[in-house]
Nanobody, 120 residues
Framework: QVQLVESGGGSVQAGDSLTLSCAAS????????VAWYRQAPGKDREFVGS????????FYTQSVKDRFIISRDNAKKTAYLQMNNLQPEDTAIYYC?????????????WGQGTQVTVSS
């Protein structure tokens, strides 16, 4: 299995950028697809985007498609979520998840989450 730790969250102003990291340990990271999810207060967890094992394909939910970029560095066992032009509605706890079977999920391995707060 793989263990995941997110970092890079914080409090920013609307229009700012922030990059989250998802560091993996354990089994070979390069065989795992990675996804980012978020959960805002009082709301269900929401899919943000995903990247396949090689990094050749990425997928995004429509609301972030033109603002967020997912990437990965398999040598560093780390995936990234670059968030640009952040808006208050992006405020949430962000989670990374990994799974070796299907980039569309479901995802079996999850990090503990990192808080992102965007103020107007």
């Amino acid at each position: 299995q793989v263990q995941l730790v997110e970092s890079g969250g914080g409090s920013v102003q609307a229009g700012d950028s922030l990059t989250l990291s998802c560091a993996a340990s354990g089994r070979t990271f390069s065989v795992y697809h990675v996804a980012w999810y978020r959960q805002a207060p009082g709301k269900d967890r929401e899919f943000v985007g995903s990247i396949n094992w090689s990094g050749s394909r990425t997928f995004y939910t429509q609301s972030v498609k033109d603002r967020f970029i997912i990437s990965r560095d398999n040598a560093k066992k780390t995936a990234y979520l670059q968030m640009n032009n952040l808006q208050p509605e992006d405020t949430a706890i962000y989670y990374c998840a990994a799974d070796p079977h299907n980039v569309a999920g479901p995802y079996d391995y999850w990090g503990q989450g990192t808080q992102v707060t965007v103020s107007s």
